[in-house]
Every structure is written in structure tokens, then in C-alpha cells.
């Protein structure tokens, strides 16, 4: 039975391997940029019988910096490329077992690219949807 | 019993467990209709029961893995092999949790299906050879 402390530990692991890029299995109370912010979104209970197969939906966060730096737009940009030393979806995807935790695990999207405002400053961020069976 | 959700029925085939590879298990038990109608069924059909058949349709998730459920079926496609499904979620025969054996024939599998972000599943549906069994303890 996979452990969701380790699952969260995990991916973050995996999104730290990104140069420059730190990552957090939780969500910290003053984020510093850049860096990627594995949020649980839900979890689907029984999908084989006998508790044989769990869903975990992550949503992760990826905050670059202030919304207003075309630098950053760029930074975001590489990180939401399918391709590359600096693509998420590689750098999660590069155990997808997570050192067999789980059985499987895919970045199916990015989305919500824009703003957001996290203590009174706006960042630029965007958001990964990671599916993970277990 | 009261009613209940559907999370646990155990499934073996050929002796192997594959309960938690299992998404959804179904066993059909039919009696062919014979017609008896004659000049005094009133201008009705009239049918009694003949033979009894079965068939079992199960559907998996795919996993290659040392002796895990989609190499079991690969050295089965063609034979006779044993099956059993555990009712009401239970893991043993009782009055509430009914245990149903029988043979079938595995007429075939799909070893590769599925499309791009899909997980990887199989279903069979296998005519059953022999008696269905059906015990409460």
C-alpha cells in the first residue's frame, strides 16, 4: 500500500532535479521563487477489487516571480515544454514509479498560466496536473 | 446482509488471485428455452427450462509483471481453467458472501489495448465448461 507522505516527498524529489527550480512536498507559508508546490487535489478510492488501485490527482504549482518580468515569462515557459532539462513534466516523469511507490504516474497537463498573488505580491505560476495510480 | 457497494469480490483464476488487478467481475447463468407449445397451450408459447450455461466476463488492469495477471492469461488463451468469484465483497464462502466455481474456456485475451493516457486494462468474457458450483460455507 503506497504512502502519501512519500508520494508528495517523491514528486517533489523528481521536480527538484530542475536546475534552479526548488521544490516543496508541502505547501509553505512563504514560498520562494522559483519553485514547484505539490498540492493532493483528490483521490479516486477502489479502482480494482480489494483496494487494488488508487488514483491520486496532484495539481502542482510552479511560481517563477513577479508577474510583471518578461524573464520570467520565459523561465515559465521552458518549464511547461514537453521536451528538455527544464521541462516538469520530464523531470516529474523521471521516476514513475517514484522508487516503486506507485505503480505509475503521468503529467497529463499544464494550465493556468497567469498570475497569481501569495502574500500581498503577484507571481507569475503555473499549474500541473499529475496523475498518479497506486 | 444489507445491501452493499461493490469493492471486493475475489477472483482467482487457474488458482491465482487476481482480485486487486480486477475492476469488475460478472457471471451469467442462462437455461436454454425449449419450446413445448401445443394444440392445448391456449395459443400460447409455452417453454420449459433445458440446458444451463454460464459465462464470466472480468475486466483487469493490465500489469506484464512476473506471474501478475496479464501473464497469467497469456498461457491460458485455449484451455480449460478454473475460476471462482467470491460475492458481497467477501474472501470466503458464507450465506451472506456465496462462492460460485466453475470451469471455463479461455477463448481469448487482448494483451494490447488502450489509447495515449489511458490506463493500460483488458476484459474477457469466457463461455463456462461443466457445472457452476455454489456454496455458502
Known amino acids: 500500500m503506497a504512502n502519501l507522505t512519500t508520494i508528495r516527498t517523491r514528486l517533489a524529489t523528481n521536480l527538484g532535479t530542475i536546475s534552479g527550480l526548488r521544490s516543496a512536498a508541502e505547501i509553505p507559508d512563504n514560498p520562494t521563487p522559483p519553485i514547484g508546490i505539490i498540492n493532493l487535489e483528490s483521490v479516486d478510492y477502489d479502482g480494482a477489487m480489494g483496494g487494488g488501485l488508487t488514483t491520486y490527482n496532484f495539481v502542482v504549482t510552479v511560481i517563477v516571480g513577479r508577474a510583471a518580468e518578461r524573464e520570467m515569462q520565459r523561465k515559465l515557459d521552458s518549464y511547461c515544454q514537453p521536451t528538455g532539462s527544464q521541462s516538469v513534466k520530464v523531470a516529474i516523469e523521471s521516476d514513475k514509479t517514484l522508487s516503486g511507490e506507485v505503480y505509475d504516474l503521468r503529467v497529463e497537463r499544464s494550465s493556468g498560466m497567469g498570475s497569481i498573488t501569495v502574500n500581498d505580491q503577484n507571481y507569475l505560476a503555473a499549474e500541473f496536473t499529475v496523475t498518479v495510480i497506486a | ?137
Open chain 2, 1 to 137: 446482509m444489507a445491501k452493499f457497494v461493490v469493492t471486493g469480490t475475489t477472483v482467482t483464476v487457474g488458482g491465482t488471485d487476481v482480485t486487486t488487478a480486477c475492476a469488475r467481475a460478472e457471471l451469467v447463468i442462462n437455461a436454454a428455452e425449449v419450446e413445448t407449445t401445443d394444440f392445448g397451450s391456449a395459443g400460447f408459447v409455452e417453454v420449459i427450462g433445458g440446458l444451463k450455461s454460464g459465462t464470466v466476463s472480468l475486466d483487469f488492469h493490465q500489469d506484464f509483471g512476473t506471474g501478475a495477471v496479464s501473464a497469467l492469461f497469456q498461457d491460458l488463451v485455449g484451455t480449460v481453467t478454473a475460476i471462482t468469484l467470491v460475492a458481497g465483497n467477501g474472501t470466503g464462502a458464507t450465506a451472506e458472501t456465496p462462492l460460485y466455481s466453475f470451469n471455463a474456456l479461455v477463448t481469448s485475451i487482448t494483451p494490447v489495448s488502450g489509447a495515449v493516457g489511458d490506463l493500460g486494462t483488458f476484459s474477457v468474457s469466457f463461455p463456462t465448461s461443466g457445472a457452476i458450483t455454489y456454496a455458502t460455507s
